[in-house]
């Protein structure tokens, strides 16, 4: 199974202690080691560091861990291939753009016999069914609505539906972003915890490492973290349920 990580805030933020934990499931305290990438938005750019070494070797992975990029939104992928060649063309997350955005998106599962002739701008490079299904998902929300993004609720409704379709051919959890908005789907594992005033220390899972929040935050400040797996052990995390879909924005999940 891939490891997903995602961060949805209302103010800029940097990723390094989730990452801290996250980076050493690849390959380190867990045998993800096909692949790691991730990527963060600023304003309308985004950028997007992959490497088909396993993320706890990676060089690139420690610089990620070292540099401090402050971002609303947040997408990291590490792979454990079951659908084409480790290679950097397979490497999630991937990236594409649809009204005039960049869209970020990683899937954890694979999705048995989904070969969907496509028929717009979008095509997969590499040879993953998650790349598939990222193109057919783009091709469908622009030819449901060619020119302009629809509002949140519209959106929400039209992702949902493309999810039930593709969720009919195995197991489809993902995170899916825009900059402006956090998708998250749960096929059969994935799970948040928020983080808002007041607040406290933290500590990982993965490596004995603890932070302490309050002296880093400001009381207005609110953070989603979403994982595959719950990265710290003293944090109450959410399980979201089987086919359920969230929208994250400003750092919680919006009703729908």
């Not at 960049?102 to 496509?118: E, M, S």
């Given at each position: 199974m891939c490891q997903l990580l995602g961060m949805n805030c209302n103010v800029p933020t940097d990723i390094c202690f989730s990452f801290e934990g996250f980076h050493a499931r690849g390959g380190g305290t867990d045998h993800h080691g096909d692949g790691w990438g991730i990527a963060f938005f600023e304003g309308l750019g985004c950028r997007l560091f992959l490497d088909p070494k396993p993320a706890a070797k990676s060089p690139v992975a420690d610089l990620v861990r070292k540099y401090p990029i402050h971002s609303l939104n947040v997408i990291a992928h590490i792979r454990k291939a079951t659908q084409g060649e480790i290679s950097l063309q397979n490497t999630h997350p991937f990236m594409r753009e649809l009204w005039g955005r960049?869209?970020?998106?990683?899937?954890?599962?694979?999705?048995?016999?989904?070969?969907?002739?496509?028929k717009g701008n979008y095509h997969p490079v590499g040879t993953t069914d998650s790349e598939q299904a990222f193109c057919f998902l783009l091709e469908t929300l622009r030819r449901t609505s060619p020119n302009k993004q629809p509002r949140a609720?519209?959106?929400y409704a039209t992702i949902k539906e493309i999810t039930n379709e593709l969720a009919e051919y195995g197991v489809f959890n993902f995170l899916l972003s825009n900059g402006?908005?956090?998708f998250a789907h749960c096929a059969d594992q994935l799970s948040y915890v928020l983080r808002h005033a007041p607040f406290g220390r933290a500590h990982l899972?993965?490596?004995?490492?603890?932070?302490?929040?309050?002296?880093?935050t400001k009381p207005n400040d609110k953070v989603a973290i979403i994982a595959t797996l719950p990265l710290t052990d003293n944090e109450s995390w959410t399980e979201m349920a089987p086919g359920e879909l969230l929208l994250f924005k400003d750092g919680e999940p919006l009703s729908l």
């Open positions: 960049y869209w970020i998106f990683a899937h954890n599962g694979t999705l048995k016999d989904f070969h969907r002739q496509l609720k519209s959106l402006e908005y956090l899972k993965d490596q004995d490492i603890t932070v302490d929040f309050s002296r880093l």
